[in-house]
């Protein structure tokens, strides 16, 4: 299994409050990618980043923000949390070059109230 | 914008018979396609991944996928299903080579396995 891990693995918060889930990963791989999965709605893309301070939004970007300080870890901000954004968020990592796979964490389990 | 179809929600199917799950893209290029498998609480696991040449891809478990171009389609087989299928199936679909820019995934496919 690729040496990737999410913390926290679960939490429950308040509508209002802020919130940043860290991705960590040992596999020095240059992408990382962060998602939601709601029912109904697969997996989402929120943002990815393609090297230390490099990010990008995606499909899903509105409330969240991300920030790349070191190669091994990403992390996801929401600023101000809501219950739209209870949900389970993945992280996922793929190489630089080459047949490039992504390859996902476990998960957080966010519950907004 | 990509996007990828899985029209079928659930399909069950009795352990020891085979197994097709359709999924269908949409992309003006040519796409970098994935199936991943999710068992409940856990990760997604890569199953396989088709980039360029033969269009009948191995994955583990004895799944394989068929890329179709002209039909848009990269559907996932099996011919005998264990208990141990029964799981979340997502396909997606990357817009660059390895989804650099990020995939997108369909809505999946919950498979249930009858004994």
């Known amino acids: 299994d690729a040496g990737i891990t999410q913390s926290p693995r679960h939490k429950v918060t308040e509508t209002g409050t802020p919130v940043t889930l860290r991705c960590h990963q040992t596999?020095?791989?240059?992408?990382m990618y962060w998602y939601r999965q709601d029912p109904g709605h697969g997996l989402r893309l929120i943002h990815y980043?393609?090297?230390?301070?490099?990010?990008d939004k995606g499909e899903v970007s509105d409330g969240y923000s991300v920030s790349r300080s070191k190669t091994e870890d990403f992390l996801l901000t929401l600023e101000s949390a809501t219950s739209s954004q209870t949900s389970v968020y993945f992280c996922a990592i793929s190489e630089d070059g080459g047949e490039e796979t992504q390859y996902f964490g476990p998960g957080t389990r966010l519950l907004v109230l | 914008a990509q996007s990828v179809t899985q029209p079928d929600i659930h399909i069950t199917v009795s352990e020891g018979a085979s197994l097709e799950l359709r999924c269908n893209y949409s992309?003006?290029?040519?796409?970098?396609l994935f199936w991943y498998v999710q068992s409940p609480g856990q990760g997604l696991q890569l199953l396989l991944k088709?980039?360029?040449?033969?269009?009948l891809v191995q994955g583990i478990k004895g799944f394989e996928a068929e890329f179709k171009r002209s039909q848009s389609s990269f559907n996932l087989r099996k011919p005998s299903v264990h208990w141990s299928d029964a799981a979340e199936y997502f396909c997606?679909?990357?817009?660059?080579?390895?989804?650099?820019?990020?995939?997108?995934f369909g809505k999946g496919t919950h498979l249930i396995i009858q004994p």
């Open positions: 992309y003006g290029a040519t796409p970098y």
């Open positions: 088709y980039f360029s040449g033969d269009t």
């Open positions: 596999e020095n791989h240059r992408y």
């Open positions: 997606a679909v990357g817009a660059r080579r390895g989804g650099a820019d990020g995939l997108t």
């Open positions: 980043s393609y090297g230390v301070k490099d990010t």
